[in-house]
């Protein structure tokens, strides 16, 4: 049973992260071919999209984007091999939990581990191009810091994934350690019912 549930989402030269989840949000030992990831990363995307980085290739068949916030469900074109998934969380980030994030963020091949702790959580963040909104966000403190290709990435509390790896705070290009995630808790519900239109459509 593979532990390797984080994975690239490509498209060109353009890259994200992701995370395998079970249909029922609830992990466990299981095959799947559903990612959670960021929704930014499908605005304006026509290509294909492959997925690789957890011992598996596949391609995306279809994706479904969670309105008014940075998350979407995607399904990919054959089964992940078995891995021990984790259960998306049903409640909040704790005021200063540890977290660990995980992306692909300047690596291609390798995932990387970014380890911080939640500083604050707001009702909505906006990204400074206006187009990338999150509600239910938290704002974590990372070392090492989240980079770009990090989006997407699953944020780990314990044995549960509590967000998604949204944005980061780089003003003038320098980039602060700060980060902007999307927490999953408050749109399951949603999250399931993408889960469920996929499962419809494909």
Wanted: glycine residues 10%.
């Amino acid at each position: 049973m593979s532990h390797a549930i984080t994975v690239r989402l490509s498209s060109g030269r353009s890259y994200c992260s992701g995370v395998l989840i079970s249909p029922d949000l609830t992990g466990g030992e299981a095959t799947t071919e559903y990612v959670l990831s960021c929704a930014h990363f499908l605005r304006e995307r026509t290509g294909e999209i492959k997925v690789g980085g957890a011992f598996f290739h596949a391609r995306i068949r279809g994706a479904v984007r969670i309105p008014r916030t940075d998350i979407a469900v995607l399904r990919m074109d054959r089964p992940s091999p078995p891995k021990q998934l984790l259960r998306l969380s049903t409640h909040g980030a704790p005021w200063l939990a540890p977290t660990r994030t995980e992306g692909f963020g300047k690596s291609w091949h390798r995932k990387r581990e970014r380890f911080g702790r939640v500083i604050a959580r707001t009702p909505f963040a906006l990204g400074r191009n206006l187009a990338t909104f999150v509600t239910s966000a938290a704002i974590l403190h990372n070392n090492p810091k989240a980079v770009k290709g990090d989006s997407g990435g699953p944020v780990i509390i314990g044995d549960e994934v509590v967000a998604v790896q949204s944005m980061i705070t780089d003003p003038f290009g320098a980039n602060t350690g700060l980060a902007t995630v999307a927490q999953v808790a408050a749109h399951r519900r949603a999250i399931r019912a993408a889960v469920e239109a996929l499962e419809e459509a494909y």
